[in-house]
């Protein structure tokens, strides 16, 4: 594969339900959502790399007053993936009221949705999305 990824061919790999990241050839670290060097040692020598669409939550916050064109109370996670790389989403299939730190550890799916463009972004976007699998 390409050893570089363009936010557009990381939103177009989701959007085809297509997780991509970059494999660092220097430390074997992980980076996503993609950019110029290895978010570990600073590395440029990384390679397009189809990741597993799993992971674990590591720690979460519940949103209750949100940006415009939000509707809270929703639940925003920090997940450590398989591949080891750490990226945030909304875990979409829990009352926010009954989310609890026995979250912390459970295993998910990582998937995406279209969010549609406000105030805040350039355009419609494929945001990551978690459910619960245990
Ligand atoms: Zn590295």
């Given at each position: 594969?390409?050893?570089?990824?363009?936010?557009?061919?990381?939103?177009d790999?989701?959007?085809d339900?297509?997780?991509?990241?970059l494999?660092?050839?220097?430390?074997?670290?992980?980076?996503v959502?993609?950019?110029?060097?290895c978010?570990?040692?600073?590395?440029?020598?990384?390679?397009?790399?189809?990741?597993?669409?799993?992971?674990?939550?590591?720690t979460?916050?519940?949103?209750?007053?949100?940006a415009?064109g939000?509707?809270p109370?929703?639940?925003?996670a920090m997940?450590?993936?398989?591949?080891g790389?750490?990226?945030?989403?909304?875990?979409?299939?829990?009352d926010?009221?009954?989310?609890?730190m026995?979250?912390?550890?459970?295993k998910?799916?990582?998937?995406?949705?279209?969010v549609?463009g406000?105030v805040?972004?350039?355009?419609?976007?494929?945001?990551?999305?978690f459910?619960?699998?245990?």
């Amino acid at each position: 594969m390409s050893t570089e990824l363009t936010f557009r061919q990381y939103q177009d790999g989701l959007a085809d339900h297509i997780f991509l990241g970059l494999r660092c050839d220097t430390c074997g670290s992980c980076t996503v959502p993609p950019q110029k060097v290895c978010r570990n040692c600073g590395g440029s020598d990384l390679q397009v790399e189809e990741l597993e669409k799993s992971g674990f939550i590591r720690t979460f916050t519940v949103i209750r007053v949100a940006a415009e064109g939000m509707n809270p109370p929703f639940v925003v996670a920090m997940v450590e993936t398989s591949s080891g790389a750490w990226v945030m989403g909304n875990l979409i299939d829990i009352d926010p009221d009954d989310a609890n730190m026995a979250l912390i550890g459970r295993k998910v799916a990582i998937g995406s949705h279209l969010v549609k463009g406000d105030v805040y972004a350039c355009g419609d976007i494929h945001s990551l999305r978690f459910t619960l699998l245990d």
